[in-house]
């Protein structure tokens, strides 16, 4: 099993619907969780940091739910301009060499 | 602010060439970080730095080297490419390294190595 696991769409969504993806951890210690965003042949970039009372940016709401090992993303309202992979990481405080990148989960949003 | 850059943006080279994609940043970060990217496996860590004068092997440090000329620059120099080396590689820094702190990725360079 791999230590994070995304699934990796693509999710193909009409304009204004909501979207939401998971993404499940295999080390019950993790303590940072992040979701980044990487459009097509970019870097990624930092989306939101997720909080384990859940936290809410604008059309993104992260939640992490620790008894079941995974964290999610909601995108309400969904633009043209979400279409993009995005990528949950997963890290134990303290160590950069045990930061995990998920494979990503790619979604369109169609018109 | 510029950020994280890296060069070369692209390169090519054949098997058994050496050489080192540079990557420096302006935001004062004490670590700084090299992955690569390949399809549907993720960004694997290749090696990081957590402060200037230090620096750590990752999950697939081999055939690569790094170094940290100083707090801005974090080099990676492969010695002798191999193909199974062709990739994307990302370099990022932060804060520190204890995880709970933001990356800032440089724009990648795509390598290809025949």
């Known amino acids: 099993r791999k230590e994070v696991e995304q699934d990796p769409g693509p999710f193909n969504v009409p304009e204004g619907a909501t979207v939401a993806f998971n993404c499940t951890y295999s080390n019950s210690a993790s303590q940072s969780f992040f979701w980044y965003r990487q459009d097509c042949r970019k870097e990624p970039k930092l989306l939101m940091s997720v909080y384990s009372s859940g936290n809410e940016d604008g059309r993104f709401t992260a939640q992490l739910n620790r008894a079941s090992q995974y964290i999610s993303l909601l995108i309400r309202d969904s633009k043209l301009s979400d279409s993009a992979t995005y990528l949950c990481?997963?890290?134990?405080?303290?160590?950069?060499?045990?930061?995990?990148f998920g494979s990503g989960t790619r979604l369109s949003i169609r018109p | 602010n510029a950020g994280v850059t890296q060069t070369p943006k692209f390169q090519v080279l054949k098997t058994g060439q050496s050489m080192t994609l540079q990557c420096a940043q302006d935001?004062?970060?004490?670590?700084m970080y090299w992955y690569r990217q390949d399809p549907g496996m993720g960004l694997r860590l290749i090696y990081y730095?957590?402060?200037?004068?230090?620096?750590d092997k990752g999950e697939v440090p081999n055939g690569y080297n790094v170094s940290r000329l100083n707090k801005r620059e974090f080099s990676l120099r492969l010695e002798s490419a191999a193909p199974s080396q062709t990739s994307v590689y990302f370099c990022a820094s932060s804060e520190s390294t204890s995880g709970s702190y933001e990356q800032y990725f440089g724009p990648g360079t795509r390598l290809t190595v025949t």
């Open positions: 935001m004062n970060h004490n670590s």
């Open positions: 730095s957590a402060s200037e004068g230090t620096t």
């Open positions: 990481v997963v890290t134990p405080y303290s160590s950069a060499s045990k930061i995990i």
